[in-house]
């Protein structure tokens, strides 16, 4: 029987699609599908869609400060909220990330998934910084990326060509309504249609036609 394919659409920036990402790598392996990683610009996609950040709704951003604890011990992720937030999220934001992750996909498809666990490791664990060219090295080199493979990633991700796959990405999550991150896309009766945030897993597992047996299922992701 073929895999169904599953595409996450996710932007490091965002510590809800951390937890999706963590279980979607769990579940590569359970579920009968193909998965693909697709990082994408969440300040285009908010930017484009007129969505605000829950962080800039005073009563949203209380809720999220407390839900953050509560969803690290449920999906088993280890964030740690930072130090200054609206300085991580809206004024240094994950283009230079995004951009390198895209020029990894575009080169290395094998180690996206790696790097980009580093970079919310960088982010959302520890507190450090995901936006200069160091930053985005020592999460690729912690991913196992040689030093030759890094320095050829970074000058990729400068590229024009690197820039437009990372709009296309983008674009083609616009295309189908997306509004924020994380979103997960399947092909359902020969359309596209997506789940939306890091709690529609018993949806999605429906729709695929697979059992959802809880976020952490052996715990087979590698944190």
Known sequence: MSKKSVELFYDVVSPYSWFAFEVMCRYQSRWNISLKLRP????????????????????????MSKDMHRLRKYFGVPLNIPSDPPKVMFEKGSLNAQRFLTAIDMTMPDKVENVSRELWLRIWSRDEDITTPESLAQAARNAGLSEEDIGSVLAASKEEKVKNQLKKTTSDAMAMGAFGSPMIATEINGEMEFVFGCDRFPILADMIGEKWEGPQPDVSSKL
Not at 43 to 54: I, L, Q, Y
């Open 40 to 63: 994408f610009f969440l300040g285009g996609v908010m930017n484009e869609s007129g969505n605000r950040p829950p962080g800039m709704v005073p009563n949203k951003g209380r809720y």
